[in-house]
């Protein structure tokens, strides 16, 4: 059975909650990625994503340059674990709709990120089914 481990993407870049809507933007730009989890020093507090800058802060009227990360991330997000099958990730990508998990150490610490398409590329089997519930409407 694959674990998480062998296909997710390390070395990954984070954002402080306490950064600017604007610094992460460049940011996402820079690396060509459409989300960033967010740190409250070395442990993950959310996710922000391109969309969540878009929509819930220069839509809402914030600044890019005084809005922080904070105020558009989301702070209540699923994560896996290195260890955890891909199979079970897989489903738990299905069940909660979302395309990324952050992959986390024993001390909550961010180690790596798996994505569907990490997924859909490594290990094709199943990823049609959880594409299917990730995209349905709630």
Known sequence: MARIADIMT???EVIQRDDTIQHAAQRMRAMDI?????????????????RDIAVRGVAEGMIPQEALVSDVMTSDIRWCSADDSVEDVLAEMGGQQVRRLPVLDASRRIVGIVALGDIATRRPEHTDEALREISSPD
């Open 10 to 12: 390390r070395d990954v």
């Open 34 to 50: 459409g989300a960033l989890p967010v740190a409250d020093g070395e442990a993950l507090a959310g996710m922000v994503t391109d």
